[in-house]
């Protein structure tokens, strides 16, 4: 098995959280890490919905019917994680479930965001000829 070694730049904040989670644990942070995104497939289940019946089949967080993509778009905003907590009715680790998942399947979620755009709303609409 090769390996590859890159550098992962993450937030102060998101570090210090990684930190003390190993701290905790009485791990490294590396090794937290490691079984984090080892897992996270599995423990996003049950808390993201793909559900056809809502929301046209995009994944929201369950029991909320808030799409992922909402959580998204305020964290692009430059919303931090609990400040999007304070302004929807979510927990913080269902914004952290949304961001995670977000992560993963960046692209389908990137595509969602674009397709609603306000260029390709008014393309639709014949207000403009631009893509």
């Not at 079984?35 to 996270?40: I, K, M, Q, S, Y």
């Not at 949304?98 to 393309?123: F, G, K, R």
């Amino acid at each position: 098995m090769s390996t590859t070694t890159v550098t992962l730049q993450l937030p102060t904040t998101l570090y210090a959280r990684l930190q003390a989670l190993a701290a905790h644990e009485h791990s490294e942070p590396l090794a937290v890490l490691d079984r984090l995104v080892a897992g996270t497939p599995q423990a996003l289940d049950g808390l993201i919905d793909h559900d056809p019946d809502l929301r046209g089949g995009r994944p929201i967080i369950s029991g909320t019917g808030t799409l992922v993509r909402t959580v998204v778009g305020l964290y692009k905003l430059g919303l931090a994680p609990e400040e999007i907590s304070d302004e929807l009715p979510l927990t913080l680790s269902q914004v952290y479930a949304a961001l995670t998942y977000y992560h993963l399947h960046t692209a389908e979620i990137e595509a969602d965001l674009q397709a609603d755009s306000e260029a390709v709303v008014m393309q639709m609409l014949g207000l403009t000829s631009e893509p």
